[in-house]
């Protein structure tokens, strides 16, 4: 589609600096997501919870995300990129101080909502790139930077696991590992994200976002409480039905409005809209790979027959570390694989290492040394995909819109993150062990991992498929997208240029 890139102001060596701090500040937020998973179980008995209540550690952020990501990156399109990122990453510091001071559920679940809002940084992240950066080097960096969502997932695990060890565990180092990351991101971002150059000003829609995040929540929320709930339940189909009715009142609103938080025509772009469907069948691989493995790692082989008795530390380190070391090779190497094949090409090789990775697991989880090359697999798949996508968006929408693309992108695996929680929840408990001795949890039968693992590699192989049929597409947009593009940039004083196609492969 048409474009315009800006010539970057800095030299050219001058963006590696600016590159690794938005690397971090993504690791970041992708800790965020993860940091409580290892400790919900030492919340919720240090401070006498159910495990519903102790799993709104989990919600709260997710709920948050939904809100605040798509104004945020909204925002950031219309007011710059730099005082949003630091004003989230303030929020962020505060949320993480918060948390790691408390021990009253109702300030900690403050304190996740606040650090939910740190979603947003991504796909502000990606658009301080596309300004900044010179073409040539924009896929490279957009795919190192995607690629450490992966690695910080990853690591929120293992760093959870190391912190919450010893005879006198304490899940407030947890929220201070967080308060320290999050820090060096702030000092990073205020130290090497420039001011934008350029911003689209306008006014908010109120409106549109309100819908949007009312629609997210409806959604979201029955999805990650639904097991507590019942699937059935008159509260989790209410919920769900409204969902539906609100992203109706949603497209009217924003179809009606002068400018509209989402464009319409934007948002079922073909290569936008395959990419937010891959990001959601990414979003739900990703944590099949850490759930998954990290339950079977902690089965007790002595009662199930299966698993390895792993603790919280060695499941994170044994069998989760090397994957997201992994991860971070290949952020480095998703990147420069997306300059050079082009990303359709990356995400279908990243998809194919997912199938292999989860396939591996189904049939042949008996043993350490499998689990752990299979993980790797899959964390190269992981990696590979959060790669390319920025790259499809880049290409699809004009980049005075590429925060909001890019946010809604970020909901897109957030929603496939959370269904792939609700569905391997289902499925372990769906079938479990008979004549355990009494007082003992229920565990799974060995079956249903090979089923959740099943769904694993399914999940790439959809993956697979949109790459190399719903991404293959001509590099043009609609007409309006081009003239709304076209109306917010100064007059050029040379043609518009078409975007390069291999930063997409075609």
């Keep these: 589609m048409p474009s315009k890139h800006r010539a970057p102001t800095a030299p050219a060596g001058a963006g590696y600096g600016l590159v690794y701090i938005l690397g971090l500040a993504a690791t970041v937020v992708a800790m965020m997501q993860t940091l409580v998973v290892p400790i919900v179980d030492l919340v919720r008995d240090e401070l006498s919870l159910t495990a519903s209540a102790a799993g709104w550690l989990t919600t709260a952020t997710l709920l948050s995300a939904a809100v605040f990501t798509p104004l945020l990156g909204r925002l950031g399109d219309m007011r710059g990129k730099r005082p949003v990122l630091i004003g989230i990453l303030l929020v962020t510091v505060a949320g993480s101080v918060l948390g790691a001071t408390t021990s009253s559920l109702p300030l900690l679940l403050t304190a996740r909502a606040m650090q939910g809002a740190s979603t947003a940084i991504f796909p502000l992240a990606l658009s301080v790139l596309r300004d900044e950066l010179e073409p040539r080097r924009l896929s490279g960096a957009m795919g190192l930077v995607s690629g450490t969502l992966a690695v910080g997932a990853g690591l929120a695990l293992v760093g959870a696991g190391l912190l919450t060890q010893g005879t006198d565990p304490d899940y407030h180092r947890v929220f201070w590992m967080a308060t320290a990351l999050s820090v060096i ?49 008159p509260r989790t189909l209410m919920l769900f039905a409204a969902a539906a009715v609100l992203a109706t009142v949603w497209v009217v609103v924003e179809r009606n409005v002068s400018e509209p ?10 290569p936008v809209l395959f990419t937010n469907i891959a990001g959601v069948l990414l979003g739900f691989g990703m944590f099949t790979q850490f759930i998954g493995i990290a339950f079977l790692a902690r089965t007790p082989r002595e009662l199930a027959g299966y698993g390895f008795s792993a603790s919280v530390l060695g499941a994170a380190t044994t069998y989760l570390l090397p994957s997201t070391l992994a991860s971070l090779i290949a952020a480095q190497l998703g990147g420069t694989l997306v300059r050079r094949i082009g990303a359709r090409a990356t995400l279908a090789a990243g998809a194919a290492s997912g199938v292999a990775g989860f396939v591996w697991l189904a049939l042949a989880h008996d043993s350490t040394a499998s689990v752990v090359i299979a993980g790797i697999l899959t964390g190269i798949a992981v990696s590979f995909g959060f790669a390319a996508l920025p790259a499809f968006i880049a290409t699809g929408v004009p980049a005075h819109q ?44 060995e079956t249903q991992y090979s089923v959740v693992f099943t769904l694993g590699a399914l999940a790439f192989a959809l993956i697979a498929l949109v790459a190399l049929t719903g991404l293959n597409f001509n590099g043009t947009a609609p007409s309006r997208i081009v003239r709304q593009q076209a109306n917010s940039l100064p007059a050029p004083s040379v043609p518009l240029q078409p975007a390069p196609l291999n930063t997409v492969g075609n």
């Design 185 to 233: 991101a702030l000092v990073g971002v205020i130290a090497a994200v420039p001011p934008s150059r350029e911003t689209t000003g306008g006014r908010t829609d109120w409106a549109g976002a309100a819908t949007l995040a009312a629609t997210l929540v409806l959604f979201l929320l029955p999805v990650s409480q639904g097991n507590s709930w019942g699937w059935g339940s």
């Design 261 to 270: 938080l989402v464009d319409m025509t934007m948002f079922v772009f073909r």
């Design 402 to 445: 590429s925060g909001i693309a890019n946010g809604i992108n970020s909901i897109a695996r957030s929603v496939g993150s959370s269904a792939g929680s609700a569905v391997i929840t289902i499925l372990l408990a769906a079938n479990t062990l008979p004549h355990l001795p009494p007082g003992t949890p229920a565990l799974p039968a």
